[in-house]
Structures are given as C-alpha cells and as structure tokens.
C-alpha cells in the first residue's frame, strides 16, 4: 500500500515511512493510494468473526507487507484488550461507549495501536535511533498516547497542550506520566499547539537533529484504527437483529473519528449516514450549508476535546468524496450545538432511562443524532460516546446533582504531582526539542 501527500508535492510512501514521518515534507496529510472493499461475504457474516479478526481484515491492507502477519496480530491484541458496548439509550437510539481503555477515552485504541506499530519499526532499528513523537492535545489525545507509549524503547514522547483549557483529570494524565513523556503548557489554544506541531515537522534544524513523528491523527496509525469501532458496532447490532438503516453520530474536533467511519464506509460496510456533530466550533457546519470552507479560531467549551476551528482530517473526508459537497451530503451531515444544549442533553439523557450519565461530548453526539432523525425516522441511530463522564466531572455533577463513582483508573492518579514546562511560541518548543535532543 502506498500513501501519497493531500497536497501533491511529495513522494509516495509505504506505511511504516507514513506512520514515521507523521506528516508528508510538503505539509500534506497522507492518505491511502488505494481503498479496496472487503468481500461482500466478511461483511454478510461479520457477527462469527471475533474483533481481532475482523480488526486484522480490516487494517492488514493498509499495513501491506511493513508488517508481518504474526507481529500485527500480536499488535491488534495488545491494542483491543478491552470491550465496545453498545447500550440502548431509548427506541431506535442506542450509545457506542468506547472509553473502556487505561485512559477512558476512544483515543487509547489508535494510540495503543501507533506505540506497538513504531515500537515494532523501532526494534528493526539497527541504528538504534531515537525517535520523538511529537503530539497537539485538546484533551484525551495527550492522555491516551501518553499512556501507550509509556516505557516504549527507543521513543520519547512531547505533548503540547493549551493551558488552562484542559480538564483537571485530564492534565493530570498528560503531566503526571513521567519515564519517556513530557508535557508542554502552551499558553494559547489548541489550534496554536497544532501549529506548533506541523510547523516543527518542516524545520530543517530539527530534522537534521532528530527523528520527529506525530501521534495525532494527522498520523495514518492513529487515525485509521478507529475504522473498527464502526465495524464493531456494525456486528453487535446485526446480532442483536437490527436490520434498519444505521445512523453513526460522532462528537467531533479533529474529525478523524468521522472520517474514519467514512472509510469503513467505502469499505464495504453498509452504514447509511454520518453525522458529525460539533460544539460552536462550527467550521465544518457552516461549509456545509454554504459551500465555503472557512478555518476560524477556536472557541472554548465544556466539550473542550473539540474546541477545534481548523479540523486537519476534513480534507481527508472531502478527498473520499473528491471534493464534490453534493456527494458528501448524500451520507455526511454535521450540526453544531450551545453549551447551553448540551448541558440540557445530558438531563435528557440521564431521565430518558434513569440510569445512563453521559459527557458533555457524548451529549453533543446525541443532540446531532436527534436532529438527523427528525426527519429521518425510520432508522436506528447510535451516538459515540468518547470519553467517561468523571473526566468532566465538574459539569456533569453540577448539571445532574449527584457525586459520581471515580473509576480506578482515575483514581490511582489523582494524587500525583502534575510536572509540565510552559512555552510560549514556536520557539521555546524548538528550543526544548534540541536541548532534551543534546541531553540524551
């Protein structure tokens, strides 16, 4: 499998060079030269496949021959040691929970899965050269490839992270880490961390210096592995026996999640709509009522891991499509919502059974299923519910009126001393780089 650059001025690449890189040398994301479906008979008898098997069908043709078949296995175990329920919320709505990870959020899947792959790259290194993985946070992603790549030989891991914009649990699992992992407070928000990133790539000084990579999902190891959920979802659902037409809501920022649903999609796997729902960071909204793309900056939320105004993966969606809006909005929508409505969904979803406590991001996955539904109605929606609640506890608590249960996981860290170094601009980053590079 080849990658080649969105923006058509680099060299192709095969997957281990893709994932190393991060990004391409002209700035560009990489994208699969290829997309070929899987058999139509896969799909037909998903529901006898366990998710190791499915998950190697589905990413083996995107890895190629960079990996052998007995070691990508072993990955795929490593990275899916935990579950994916899929829990009825109210009629023809239902809720994938994909937070059951070490980090609780739907980001320890891709982050895992981008640790064992370099780490296997890693070990096939005779130089035994040292690589940086670089990464952009506005909330679980820091966490979650912070806690997969913890220990890994031969790689040092830098997350960047917008001060004070970041809940209080999740800094604690950027910053408390320690070994391998260091954390940077950016005084700014999200969308300059990201161009902090991108922009280090392409320093010449840095490239000269060190082996820089990037963990978000701007990084093909990232981004695609999240194409099992949906397959996943798709398999419960199917044993269950619902036969309706599947509608994949998605709380989204970055837009890798949807975008790797979309790629599911042109797999085979026959879902027949995609909502991307957003706070009031609504870029991709607006484009498509208007038929104009326009980046803003970010504005800050209580679902603060999609405070994003200029999503890097939605020129990923636009080239499934070949940039054709028409197309798109055949099984793509995106609806942006307050953190008034928010709050107001997670009452809503708390009463509609009594029980289920959803997060601010979940919430919004809600607010943008219902609204497709109210004029689609003869379908069986389900909203991806992102990351655990205690991580927003603040809001949620208040919003609900009770104390919730602090899972273990959150626990054994809560106590921990938060150790991060505060920068300013692009500079102190690259400064940081090349000295922590000299004292290696």
Not at 332 to 357: M, P, Q
Not at 398 to 420: F, R, V
Request: with cysteine.
């Amino acid at each position: 499998m080849n990658y080649f650059s969105l923006n058509n001025n680099a060299p192709k690449v095969k997957f281990k060079e893709a994932v190393i890189r991060g990004l391409a040398p002209d700035r560009g994301l990489y994208f699969p030269e290829e997309i070929t479906p899987l058999s139509s008979d896969f799909i037909d008898n998903i529901e006898s496949y366990s998710n190791e098997e499915i998950a190697y069908k589905v990413i083996q043709p995107f890895v190629g021959n960079e990996i052998p078949e007995k070691e990508l296995k072993k990955i795929i175990d490593e990275t899916l040691c935990f579950d994916f329920p899929v829990i009825e919320i109210e009629d023809n709505v239902a809720t994938l929970e994909l937070f059951q990870g070490p980090t609780m959020a739907f980001k320890d899947v891709g982050a895992r899965f981008m640790a064992r792959c370099l780490g296997y790259f890693n070990s096939k290194n005779k130089n035994n050269e040292e690589i940086t993985v670089l990464v952009a946070t506005s909330g679980d992603t820091g966490g979650a490839v912070a806690s997969g790549f913890l220990g890994v030989k031969g790689i040092k891991v830098v997350i960047l992270y917008p001060s004070g914009k970041v809940s209080d649990i999740q800094e604690k699992q950027l910053t408390t880490n320690g070994q391998n992992v260091s954390a940077l407070e950016v005084n700014g928000v999200f969308d300059d961390c990201q161009e902090m990133v991108k922009t280090a790539f392409l320093d010449q000084e840095l490239k000269d210096n060190m082996k820089l990579t990037s963990a978000n999902s701007i990084n093909i190891a990232r981004w695609l592995p999240q194409m099992f959920y949906f397959f996943f979802a798709y398999k419960t659902l199917k044993k269950q026996g619902i036969d309706k037409k599947l509608v994949f809501s998605t709380p989204s920022g970055n837009f890798g999640n949807v975008c790797a649903g979309l790629m599911a999609h042109q797999l085979g796997l026959p879902i027949f709509h995609f909502v991307a729902s957003t706070n009031i960071n609504d870029t991709v909204p607006k484009y498509m009522e208007a038929g104009v793309y326009e980046p803003k900056p970010s504005k800050e939320t209580i679902s603060n891991a999609m405070d994003v105004g200029n999503p890097s993966n939605f020129i990923r969606i636009q080239k499934i499509v070949n940039n054709d809006l028409y197309k798109l909005k055949k099984t793509f929508s995106s609806y942006s919502f307050t953190d008034k409505e928010t709050r107001k969904a997670i009452s809503t979803i708390r009463n509609l059974n009594g029980k289920y406590i959803a997060d601010p991001h979940g919430a919004v996955g809600y607010l943008g299923l219902k609204k497709f539904m109210e004029t689609n109605d003869q379908v069986f929606g389900v909203f991806l519910e992102t990351a655990h609640p205690i991580k927003f506890r603040d809001t949620v608590e208040q919003q609900l009126g009770l104390t919730l249960d602090i899972p273990s996981q959150i626990e054994a860290i809560l106590d921990k001393e938060k150790e991060s170094f505060v920068i300013e601009d692009y500079l102190e980053l690259k400064s940081y780089l090349l000295n922590r590079q000299l004292k290696a």
